[in-house]
Each structure stands twice: as C-alpha cells, then as structure tokens.
C-alpha cells in the first residue's frame, strides 16, 4: 500500500489533476442536457470516488481551487438552462437580485463562462445553493476524510 507521501505525489502531479479536470469538464458539459439533479448525482459519485482514492492527500488549497472552477462550470450550466433573457432575469429576482441589476445581467450578450464568474451569479448562486441542491465539492470531501 502506498504511503502518505506517496499518495501526495500523485495529487500532486499534473496527470493527476489533467485528468481530474477532464472528467468534471465531460460531467459538465453545456451540450449535455440532462436534468441537474442527475447530473449532480453523477458528479457526486464521481468525486466520492476520486476523493476515496486520494483521501490521504494534504493538500487543501489545491482541492479549494478545484471546487472554485468546478463550481464556476455548475453556474455556467445553470445560466444556460435560463436560456431567455426573460427568464434569466426572473429567475435572479427569485433569488433575490434587485430589480435593476437583475435586468442589466440577465439581458446582456456576454458568454456563459464570463456570466459565471460574475459577481451577480455568484451572489444569486452562492456555495450554499449548491450544498442545498446535494452537490458535494472535493474540498468537503477531503474535509470529510480528514475529520476523524
């Protein structure tokens, strides 16, 4: 069995997280359309396993920079789903976005990818959303492994 350092190493490698990025992009793909409730099912088993297997790494940041991106890509996905101008800025106020700036983010023409690292989507989507729709990120994970 491979020891602690050992273990550390191989997170630590670039493979390692190539691939690991490889397989969070391919499990959230926007051309990808399936309910999010699946796809986060999915993606939580995904990173049960992946985080199973590399629990005794040490290396916290570099799990909370992989959540930050991985979490980057989940709002991207969901301001996709919003599809219509309209509906992207009912869907803000909903979650509780002032009226005006719900309507100066919803109807802008920017990408998917800059839309989701804004500061709007960000606040309408924060970390709690996700951890109420069942979405388990690697740092939590590791956290939880790390517990006991």
Do not use: C
């Amino acid at each position: 069995m491979p020891t602690t350092d050992q273990i550390s190493i191989a997170v630590d490698t670039p493979k390692a997280w190539q691939r690991a990025k490889a397989r969070v992009r391919v499990l959230t793909s926007r051309r990808w359309s399936v309910a999010m409730e699946y796809r986060i099912a999915r993606l939580n088993q995904y990173v049960r396993g992946w985080m199973g297997y590399f629990r005794l790494a040490d290396t916290p940041r570099k799990f909370r920079e992989l959540d930050e991106w991985f979490r980057r890509r989940m709002r991207q996905i969901r301001w996709k789903e919003w599809k219509r101008p309209r509906t992207r800025v009912v869907r803000l106020r909903a979650l509780g976005i002032r009226a005006d700036l719900a309507r100066k983010w919803g109807m802008t023409g920017r990408g998917y990818w800059r839309i989701a690292g804004s500061p709007i989507l960000s606040r309408a989507l924060p970390n709690q959303y996700w951890e109420q729709q069942g979405l388990i990120t690697f740092h939590h994970a590791w956290a939880r492994f790390h517990a006991t």
